[in-house]
């Protein structure tokens, strides 16, 4: 393995006991390319081509306030495959935050849990008061890969294959770019949404393979909201009004407490995917999703699967260190209760069915995305820890034949969303890997394992080693080196 480290950054954290500032969640900020990566175990699949790319939270400042792991700065972590051979790099998303605080040499922004006035410049996205570290999610369109934030920050480009931060994508509006942008492989489109504090409270958008804004219109909501994903179909695009949202009281003082509104039920809006036709809302049982997995027509009626939450505001977990009870609650999937769950909205008759497809606690999953939008069969799913936010193995879903598949991780290993990496010229929907990178704790190393979706439980058929320690992170995704070149799949 050949390894080039790059200039190292600036960073003022200091050592401390918060539970995700260590152990997996310890932060990376070193910076390096690596090529002719060493395998530890099985062999290098000949038979894909392309980028495994993953967003993380890499805190590199001390914290003002209380740090939250959603604060941290954004960091790539890339691993390109080609010909049975492996090449790594990592880099920080450049953004505006991280530049000012680079040059200010200590962080310039509060997180999630402090108070408004704790932040020293203006915030940026929904919230107003945090810095945009363009951490949360990352994937390819236009032949770019495009980083965002939960909160609406600004959208960043970036070259998939160097990791090179470009720029702010032109096309992004005022209101901000959530995270979980969708991107349609076939037709090389890319659905947005953002939401904000002020009327019309959300927006939907479509950027073309071009890298065009084409469409943009407002979605109107009762209030300030708090949307995490999207779905959309062939035809319409799918947002959502869920009673999870900050206490408008509250919010007027700038305070930022989310609450579960009980007896408001969820909604759903169909938007016609292009042009400006009926927005259709549908009503379905109160919850709180973090992600869908897809959707599709089916007749009369919009198909859309998620994780539906029981308990969405789930209060303080007894043992959590003091200050962090809330947080450690709102991070593990076992607290909030995430279940595979399927919604049908009836166009005709304006009805909603919804049931449970999976009794077990599931969310970040993942499908070959040239079924997004599209009738499909298979969901790759993580399983969690419990207290934790870390992935201790993956459930495949067979929604047809209604069976799944369960791969658990040894204890101390901790994966990484799994996007689905399809095998060169296949049709088949599983004829492919899942990509996750794992956090070693037992080792304190890290390594990217592929695995066989034809035969998932049977474990890695590669074990790839990483030339350093990551930090454990979340939103990934894979991109055909076809399909960054063409901008459209073939
Ligand atoms: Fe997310």
Not at 177 to 193: L, N
């Amino acid at each position: 393995m050949k390894v080039q480290k790059h200039p190292p950054i600036f960073s003022s954290l200091k050592p401390s006991n918060h539970p995700y500032l260590n152990g997996a969640w310890t932060p990376q900020h070193e910076e390096v390319d690596a090529w002719d990566l060493e395998v530890i175990e099985g062999a290098i699949p000949a038979d894909i081509d392309g980028v495994y790319l993953r967003n993380t939270e890499n805190q590199i400042h001390q914290p003002l306030g209380r740090y939250h792991p959603f604060d941290g700065d954004g960091m790539l972590h890339q691993i390109d495959f080609k010909d049975g051979r492996a090449s790594y790099r990592n880099r920080f998303v450049r953004t505006r935050c991280f530049a000012a605080e680079q040059e200010a040499k200590q962080s310039l922004w509060g997180g999630l849990m402090d108070r408004s006035h704790i932040s020293r410049r203006p915030g940026f996205g929904a919230h107003g008061f945090l810095k945009d570290s363009s951490s949360t999610d990352v994937v390819i369109h236009a032949g770019k890969a495009v980083s965002t934030f939960y909160q609406c920050g600004e959208a960043y480009l970036l070259n998939p294959e160097t990791l090179e931060t470009e720029g702010l994508a032109a096309w992004g509006p005022l209101d901000g770019v959530s995270a979980h942008p969708k991107v349609d492989e076939r037709t090389g489109e890319m659905m947005f949404f953002n939401y904000s504090t002020h009327a019309p409270y959300m927006h939907y958008g479509v950027v073309d393979a071009d890298n065009k804004l084409t469409h943009y219109r407002p979605v109107p909501l009762p209030g300030p909201r708090l949307p995490h994903d999207m779905a959309f179909t062939e035809n319409y695009a799918i947002l959502n009004d869920l009673p999870l949202f900050w206490i408008p009281e509250l919010l007027e003082k700038n305070a930022h407490v989310v609450r579960m509104h009980r007896d408001i039920p969820s909604r759903f809006a169909i938007v016609p995917r292009r042009g400006d036709g009926e927005i259709r809302w549908f009503e379905a049982a109160p919850t709180f999703v973090l992600h869908w997995t897809n959707a599709y027509e089916d007749g009369d009626e919009i198909v859309l699967d998620g994780y539906f939450q029981s308990n969405p505001e789930p209060g303080s977990v007894k043992g959590a260190p003091e200050g962090y009870e809330h947080m450690m609650g709102h991070l593990d999937e076992h607290t909030f209760q995430s279940r595979l769950h399927r919604w049908r909205f009836n166009l005709k008759d304006g009805s909603t069915k919804e049931e449970t497809l999976d009794e077990r606690i599931l969310e970040f999953g993942t499908i070959n995305q040239r079924f997004a939008g599209r009738k499909y069969r298979h969901i790759y799913s993580t399983t969690s820890l419990p207290g934790w936010f870390l992935f201790n193995g993956f459930v495949k879903h067979d929604l047809d034949a209604g069976t799944s598949q369960t791969l658990t991780l040894p204890p101390g290993r901790y994966a990484s969303e799994a996007p689905f990496a399809p095998r060169i010229g296949s049709t088949e929907e599983d004829d492919g890997y899942i990509v996750s990178f794992i956090m070693d704790e037992n080792s304190g190393t890290s390594e990217c394992i592929l695995i066989d979706c034809k035969r998932f439980e049977d474990g890695p058929v590669v074990r790839i080693k990483l030339p350093h320690k990551i930090c454990s992170g979340t939103h990934a995704c894979w991109a055909d080196r076809a399909f960054i070149r063409d901008r459209r799949a073939p």
